[in-house]
């Protein structure tokens, strides 16, 4: 889109609803706007890895990352979850935002997704719900296998949890291009939050794809 800037593209992606009913085993926390399209303008103008490009999202939640990657100039975007409510917030919010016709909404488990892509832009669960331990893992693996050239990943910040990936990484045929450092707001949504407000620090990988 000519003129977009990454502050238009934040406020283009406030117009993609949260998810209406989030279930707690899934982790299903919104990625705020502010951080999808920084994370998206990284993908773009550092690393050429979006326009002219089939993407997927794993994990799409009610799509903002999938519809930022439209609306920057992707050629194709597949968004996969596991929730029919999810896509269905995702797939009237591509018709809303005009990239509906780029854009694939498809309900699967993400163990069952075999699909090749150019590059997967992703946001997992981070598992920490027991129902959900190791699930982060499991998206890494599966984005590894998928995507021919790169994969953006975002996980929990924590020097125990980086040597974990790291070496999870290396062993899928990927190699660590970029790391950074970001911070994940959630605003307070399941029973348990006694807070207004908290952040949790991520770090979000670039990864390219070495086979």
Same mark, same amino acid.
């Given at each position: 889109?000519?003129?977009?800037?990454?502050?238009?593209?934040? %406020?283009?992606?406030?117009?993609?609803?949260?998810?209406?009913?989030?279930? %707690?085993?899934?982790?299903?926390?919104?990625? /705020?706007?502010?951080? +999808?399209?920084?994370?998206?303008?990284?993908?773009?103008?550092?690393?050429?890895?979006?326009?002219?490009? $089939?993407?997927?999202?794993?994990?799409?939640?009610?799509?903002?990352?999938?519809?930022?990657?439209?609306?920057?100039?992707?050629?194709?975007?597949?968004?996969?979850?596991? &929730?029919?409510?999810?896509?269905? $917030? +995702?797939?009237? +919010?591509?018709?809303?935002?005009?990239?509906?016709?780029?854009?694939?909404?498809?309900?699967? &488990?993400?163990?069952?997704?075999? %699909?090749?892509? &150019?590059?997967?832009?992703?946001?997992? /669960?981070?598992?920490?719900?027991?129902?959900?331990?190791?699930?982060?893992?499991?998206?890494?693996?599966?984005?590894?296998?998928?995507?021919?050239? +790169?994969?953006?990943?975002?996980?929990?910040?924590?020097?125990?949890?980086?040597?974990?990936? *790291?070496?999870?990484?290396? *062993?899928?045929?990927?190699?660590?291009?970029?790391?950074?450092?970001?911070?994940?707001?959630?605003?307070?949504?399941?029973?348990?939050?006694?807070?207004?407000?908290?952040?949790?620090?991520?770090?979000?990988?670039?990864?390219? $794809?070495?086979?």
């Amino acid at each position: 889109m000519k003129g977009l800037t990454r502050k238009k593209l934040e %406020v283009l992606l406030e117009r993609v609803p949260i998810h209406p009913s989030p279930r %707690v085993e899934l982790e299903q926390y919104t990625i /705020p706007s502010y951080l +999808a399209a920084t994370i998206l303008w990284i993908a773009h103008f550092k690393h050429k890895d979006i326009e002219n490009k $089939v993407i997927c999202d794993l994990g799409c939640g009610t799509g903002r990352l999938a519809i930022g990657s439209a609306i920057i100039g992707a050629d194709m975007v597949i968004g996969i979850d596991i &929730d029919p409510i999810a896509l269905r $917030v +995702a797939k009237r +919010a591509s018709f809303n935002l005009k990239v509906s016709e780029i854009t694939d909404w498809i309900l699967a &488990d993400v163990k069952r997704v075999n %699909v090749t892509v &150019d590059v997967v832009i992703q946001n997992p /669960p981070f598992g920490v719900q027991p129902e959900l331990r190791g699930m982060d893992s499991l998206f890494l693996i599966k984005a590894l296998n998928i995507a021919r050239e +790169a994969v953006y990943s975002l996980h929990k910040s924590g020097e125990k949890n980086r040597a974990y990936l *790291e070496k999870l990484i290396k *062993e899928n045929g990927g190699e660590i291009s970029e790391i950074v450092k970001m911070k994940f707001d959630i605003h307070p949504i399941f029973t348990f939050h006694i807070k207004k407000h908290y952040v949790v620090e991520v770090d979000l990988y670039r990864i390219e $794809v070495k086979r």
